[in-house]
């Protein structure tokens, strides 16, 4: 934890591309905390594409700015991605809370949680499976 207070310290010194390049750590501490999130609710997490793109960033000697930039931007896809479904299952959840306080039915509310714009996945993302 104390890496990426140190990380962070003076990256309001850099703009652009050069300020990009510094946040990898963060968005990637975001991402492991979403991916321990998205297991507690029993959700699909998106592969680790990003963690792919770090390897071959570690083996070039010097990093490729090109591949920090890509790194940023897969992660950003993979956090917004997990947010997605975390809140669509934690709607679905308060739902069924609901429904179980109230005593209805709650299958149209939660067809309509699923079919809202605000929960579903915009990115064609793979996801974990057995066979990767």
Known sequence: MNVFRELDWNQTLYKGEEAERLHWPILFKVRNQLEAECYQYFVDVPKAR???IARSMERANPPDPNKVLRLCTRLRVEIETM?????CQKE???VVKDAEFWQYDP???IRAIKE???FRDEHN???YSDSD
């Not at 947010?83 to 809140?87: A, F, H, K, L, Q």
């Open 107 to 109: 299958s149209e509310a």
């Open 116 to 118: 809202d714009p605000a």
């Open 92 to 94: 679905i959840g308060k």
């Open 50 to 52: 990003s963690v792919e």
């Open 125 to 127: 993302i793979s996801d």
């Open 83 to 87: 947010t997605r479904r975390v809140n």
